[in-house]
C-alpha cells in the first residue's frame, strides 16, 4: 500500500506541474490576455484539472504499485531511483502517445506529428516529477 499512496501523491505533484507548464506555454504562445479570457475560465480550469490531476493520480497509484515490486532493481540510490523510475515510466507512456498519434494520423488523415512532439516533452516533464516526488514520499511513508 505504501506504493499505491506514494504514487498517487507523486501524480497529483506531476499532474499539476503539467497543468502550470501548459498555462506558462499558453502565456508565452497567446499572451497573457488571451489565456485569462479562453484558459482561466473555471470550467475549463476545472477541466484540466480533473483530467490531468486525476489522470496521473490513478496511473501514479498503478505505477507506485510496480515502484515498490521493482524497488530493488531500479539503479540509483535515494532521489535517483524515483528519476530513474519516473523517466522509464515516462519513456513507456511516449512511445504509446507517440503510437496512438500515428495511428490517429493513419485512420484520421490528418498529421497529428506536431501534437505527438508536445505531448513527449509534456508527459516526460509530468513523469520527471512524478519521480522526483516519489522516492521522498516513499521513504517517509511507513505503513
Not at 500500500?1 to 497529483?12: E, K, N, Q
Not at 506555454?25 to 477541466?47: N, S
Request: hydrophobic share 50%.
Amino acid at each position: 500500500m505504501r506504493g499505491f499512496y506514494a504514487g498517487l501523491l507523486a501524480g497529483i505533484f506531476g499532474g499539476t506541474t503539467l497543468i502550470i507548464t501548459l498555462i506558462v506555454a499558453e502565456i508565452i504562445r497567446t499572451g497573457y490576455v488571451t489565456i485569462v479570457q479562453d484558459f482561466m475560465k473555471p470550467d475549463v480550469l476545472r477541466d484540466y484539472l480533473i483530467y490531468m490531476v486525476g489522470y496521473m493520480a490513478i496511473f501514479g497509484s498503478i505505477s507506485g504499485i510496480f515502484y515498490t515490486i521493482f524497488y530493488n532493481r531500479i539503479p540509483g540510490k535515494g532521489v535517483k531511483k524515483g528519476i530513474v523510475f519516473g523517466c522509464i515510466i515516462g519513456l513507456l507512456s511516449n512511445i504509446w502517445m507517440g503510437f496512438r498519434h500515428y495511428l490517429i494520423g493513419l485512420f484520421t488523415g490528418t498529421e497529428s506529428y506536431f501534437i505527438s512532439s508536445f505531448a513527449l516533452i509534456w508527459g516526460f516533464e509530468m513523469w520527471f516529477v512524478y519521480g522526483l516526488v516519489l522516492e521522498p514520499i516513499y521513504k517517509r511513508l511507513n505503513l
